[in-house]
Nanobody
Framework: QVQLAESGGGLVQAGGSLSLSCAAS????????IGWYRQAPGKQRELVAG???????VYADSVKGRFTISGDNAKNTVYLQMNSLKPEDTAVYYC????????????????WGQGTQVTVSS
């Protein structure tokens, strides 16, 4: 199973930007869908951005126009560029990959990485 490691989180003021990275242990883009998720305290984990292996992308309504998912095939890395951050974006962010788009949408995975904390101050 491919191993994924998230990084790039931190503390930022509202209106600021952060770029998260998800480094994979092997090539994942050609045959895997990819999702970025977040989980705020007391809330369920939610999909914020997804990318099909064909390159199509989807975003949660709450982040449309502010977040962008992209990938670097040569580096086996997926990115989440987050702009115009809001306090409500505060959460632990995770990535995951799989061959079933339904699993990406629903976040149905047996294992998750440690995630990376994003804190947006007002």
């Amino acid at each position: 199973q491919v191993q994924l490691a998230e990084s790039g989180g931190g503390l930022v003021q509202a209106g600021g930007s952060l770029s998260l990275s998800c480094a994979a242990s092997e090539s994942i883009f050609s045959a895997n869908h990819i999702g970025w998720y977040r989980q705020a305290p007391g809330k369920q984990r939610e999909l914020v951005a997804g990318r099909t292996y064909g390159g199509s992308t989807v975003y949660a309504d709450s982040v449309k126009g502010r977040f962008t998912i992209s990938g670097d095939n040569a580096k086996n890395t997926v990115y989440l560029q987050m702009n115009s951050l809001k306090p409500e974006d505060t959460a632990v962010y995770y990535c995951n990959a799989g061959k079933n788009w339904g699993s990406i949408v629903r976040g149905y995975f047996d294992s998750w990485g440690q995630g990376t904390q994003v804190t947006v101050s007002s």
